[in-house]
Each structure stands twice: as structure tokens, then as C-alpha cells.
């Protein structure tokens, strides 16, 4: 061929190699793009679930998703699934992955269309506090009558007595402050701010033996204005704001000197009957049993016995303070708010959850959605430990927000290895020495083998997005290839070139091969993925290691030439070091 | 016209050309690029959005975040020409 046509060829398929850079280039932003845009739509569908969580911790897991899939289908994506992560019975995250469509025209290569998987993780960080201004309040089930103030007045044990006290502003209770306040909350308020003597005077009297809970016991009745009341409570039990120094505590009837008893409202009961275990750990160890009873409600305590002294050694650590108390005792914020969130129902005004997106690994996720369920199902109080507490979840889920630029800087990585696989198969076809074109073959050989064998491995490979169109368009070319190297073998009169030829024809034969055990995705330009078995990796292997075996055969005299130029510079680079350090 | 006069007038015309086209290049990288910075502007803000939080600053800096409704736009400014023309990209996310 003359200068001029080889000019030619090297300047076609030099246009050949830009276009073809531009394909990849184009395709690569096209998916780069997408999966920025998937991981958007899997981030805002997680948010939207969990914001709906933190507000209503009772959600069902199909509303959530409903929320979520709504989400992902606005921004352009689809649900592919949804997890709710539970530790125990607390719910703590929502789990989505959403695919989304990408499409778009890629230079030469037409109008293409892939799918892009993202995956996202919001967690929720519950809080609540009780009113400032007032007391403990309670979710009485409608009920009204004496049963809700009894459960009213033992709602507010541990709180400190004071004198002439009925309202958070002052402290705490007195006696009578305490009876008042239990039927008002009962929707029974008693008229003005009844002292123990106006109780008396208003009250039917009743014998000991006649006590129902809700009715009222007092000292010094023998005057005619007694100066002390409780309200029994049942079981042999009062609950009474004794005196200064102490709170409101749980004692036994027999216990306070009590020598006259009246009932303030007659009739039956209006109230569900409480748990008599629960009730009675709580008056055993001096605790609120709606607190109580909402632990064991939400499953996070199975034993009141063992739930109540937890509590009441974590009130004794913080008196005064319910919600700490119960953070305390369950060693979990998220977990104590939700109690009291059920303990206290619409009174409590301070229950909020805070959503944040927290990082996500495929393998954890579906490692916290499997231990999660079990547990979740057992429904013990044993943490999975899958998440953090609150305000970890918060630095988190900076920190996922911060990272959300560099994905496209990854993807970009990716597409920067795939270019520079590519400008190595470029540099051994359009390379002028012929050492440096065999040499640029050998390193594209290393890296292919190192790829198959690193696929080995793990049990395979699979085909996506670039690498899969790379493959896709290699594959047809090396089978073509492979025929036109084992005819140049066949023709080829020196042995040198016998070996290349065949040698290359086995590689390019093994490795579409191998390329083509991954079946029918292969040529389905719908599938967004195709999955080559061990045994095509290991073609693949065999046919690069093949090639590399024949480059360094062929180029046996220049390598061995270049080494002993390296090893002549490195001993002369060694002598003037060691005449430069010498003194003599 | 002399074989001299001849390449001046074909140097003028296709450097004008080049010009042009270096310029019209400039500007659909220019729109590209904010295109893309509006988009991932977009994606940060309307997590931040959702979750309830301020769009921080620097997210601010170079574009107009606005919500409307339950969408984001993000309107990033383009310059074009050196500032001889101006242009916006826009991007939107639907939020929660």
C-alpha cells in the first residue's frame, strides 16, 4: 500500500476511534444523568414515606408505600420495592428502590433506552416532651366516672406534693389538689378548688368495706374538716399526695389512718378495666401504669414486674421527668417517645418525628430488613442495633445529603476506566511502533485477565450498562476476528506469525466464547443486564491470558532488550549514588 | 482577483466561520454544563426540602430555588457569548 493509503486508513480509522469515543461518551452521560435523577426519585420517595411515619408511627406498611410509590412515579421513576425497618417494635426507616427509564439519542448509535436502579434509605428520629403547663396528661379511652380519675390520679405518680397545689405552675399536688384534678381530667370536675373538707362535705359516706376505686378516704373526719384525702384505688390501695417531701405515691389502705370514707359520684363504672399485673407492678414498684401499660402495649417490655423497676429506678435517676425516665429505662428515645405518645394520646402536643436520609449499602439493607423482621415478629425489645440513635441519624443523613453530588463523580470514575480500557485498545490498533501497539495489547490483556479473574471469583459477572454495550459490540467483532486471525495462522509463512495469528484467533475465539454464555440479554437490546457464569469468565481468562502469553513471545527480544536497558540504567543510577555518597 | 487576494478572502470567511461555530460550541457547552448544575442542584435541594430543612447557601449561591406547590425549580442563570446573551436552565423535582 502506498504512504498516501496508509495516511488514509490511519486518518479513517482514526474518525472511526472518535466516533465510537463519542458513543461511549454519549451513552455514558445519558446513563450518568439517569442515575442521578433515579437516585433523586428513590431519595424523595423515602423522605415521603418516613415524613408520613413520623407523623403517624402507626402507619400501615401499604399506605407507606402508596406514599412512596406516588413520590417515585412524579419524579419519573417506578417502586420496585419497599421495606419498613423496625428495631422491635419501633419503626426506624423506610427502604426503598426505585428503577427509572432512561432514554435518549446517542451519536451514531440512535435512540437508546436503559434502566437505572437506585436504592435510598430515610430514617426516623422520634421525640416528644410533655406540656410545660400541665400535668401529666392521659389517654383515657373516653372513659369518664371514677375509673378515669383513679386512672388520672395514679398517671401523675412521682410528682412532688405541694402545699395548696393544683396546677403545673405550682409544682405539684396537694391532697385535695390531686382529687380535683383527677375528676376534671375524668370530664367529672368537681366545683371551685374543694378543700379535704369541702371533698367531705360533698361525699356520701361509705363504710371501708363499701370502698370502690374512685371513691375517697379521709383524716380527721371526727372534727367535721378533716384535713387529709387520697383516693382509693382498689386492691386495698390508695394513691395520695401525702405531704411535703414526698410525691404522689401508691399506699396501702390500711397504711394511712384513715377514719372516714365517701363516694363523690354513684353508678357504674364508665372506663375499660386496666391490666390487674400491670397495676399491680406499678403500685409495687411506684410508677405511672399508663406508662406502663403502653411499654407493654407497643411491645417493647413482656414482663410489667421487670418493666416497672427498670422505670422506677430510671425516675428515681430523673425525678420529675417522665419522658427521660422512660428514655432511661428503655434506653432509647425514639422508643420513650412512642410510649408516651400512647400513653398520653391527644393531650401529649409535643410528639414529632424527624426524617433524615441515612446511608445505604445494598447488602445492609437487606441485612436490616432480614434481621429486622424476625424480630419485629417475635416482638421482643431486643435491639437490632441497624440503627442509630437520633442524632446519629441526623450527622448521617448530612452527610448522605453532602454525598449526593459525588455519585455522578463515581459513575464519571467508572466511565474514565471504561475510556481508558478503550484508549488501550486504541493505542495497540492505531499505535505506529509495532513494540508499543503489542505492548499496549499486553497491558489490555493484564487488565482483561485481571477483570475475568476477579469475576471468577465472585461467582461471575454481570453485564451492565456500558460494559454490557461493550460487549455487545466486541462480541460479533471478535468472532469475526477470531476467523480472520486463523486465516492469517494458516497463511502465514514464518513461525513467529504462525503463533500470533493462532494465538490471537484462540483469545478472540475463547473470549466471545465467553462472552456469549451469558445467553439471550446478550442480543436483547431491551434487557438491561445479562450475567455471565463462572465458566464464561473463565473462557475469557483463558483467552487473554492466551494473548498476553503470546505478546510477551512475540516481543520476547525487545522486552528482553528494554529490561536490560532498565537493569544497565539502575546499576549505573546505583554506581553514581554510591560515588556521590563515597568521601574518597 | 489575484490567486493571493483569492486565499485572504477564503482565510477571512473561514476563520469567520471558525469563530462561529467556536462560538456556538462554547454555548451549548455552557447551556449543557448548567443544565446539569441545575439538575443536581435540584436533586440536593429537594431532599433537603422534603426532610424539612433550610436549602443551604452555597446551594443558593448560583441559582433561584423556588417551591411552588409540591414542585422545586431550580433556575440556574446562563451567559452566553462572553454576556452578549443571557439564557436559564431550569430543572424541577417533585416533592412529597
Redesign the interface.
Known sequence: MSERGQISVAAVGAIAVVLLGAVLLGYLSMVAAGGGHAQRAADLAAVAAATRLAADPGATPAALRELAADSARRNGARLVSFDLVRDGPVPRAVDVAVALPVGGTVPVAGRQSHQVDARARAGVAYSASLPADSFRPIDLHGGRGPLAAVAAAEAQVGWPYVWGGESRAEGGFDCSGLVDYAYAAAGDPLPGRPTAADLWQDARPVTADELLPGDLAFVGTASGAPHHVGMYVGGGMMVVAPHTGADVRFEPLEAGGWDGFGRLFDGAPVAAGSDPAVEAAARAHQVPPHALAAELRLGLATDPDTAATALAAAMRRHPGDLAAALGDALGDGSAAALVLRSASGVGLHGFSGVVRLLPVAAAAVRAAAATAAPTADAGGPEPTGVLESGEKAVERGVEQSDHLGSRLSLQAAAGFKNLTRFGLTAAATFVPDPHLRDLSTLAGATWDGVESGLALTRGGVELAGPSLWATRLTTPLGIGFSALFAYQAWTARRRDDRIWYGAQAASSALTAAGAMTAGTDLIMLGAGSAEVPPVGAALMLAGVTILAAACVYRERHWLAAGAGRAAGAVAGAGRSLADALNPF | MSERGQATIELVVCAGLAAIVAVGIQAVLVAWAAQ?RA??I???A???V???RPVPADLRRDATIQVRA?TLVVTVPVRLAGGLAHTSAVAR????
Open positions: 446539569g439538575q443536581g435540584a436533586d440536593q429537594a431532599v433537603v422534603a426532610e424539612g409540591h423535582a417533585a416533592l412529597p
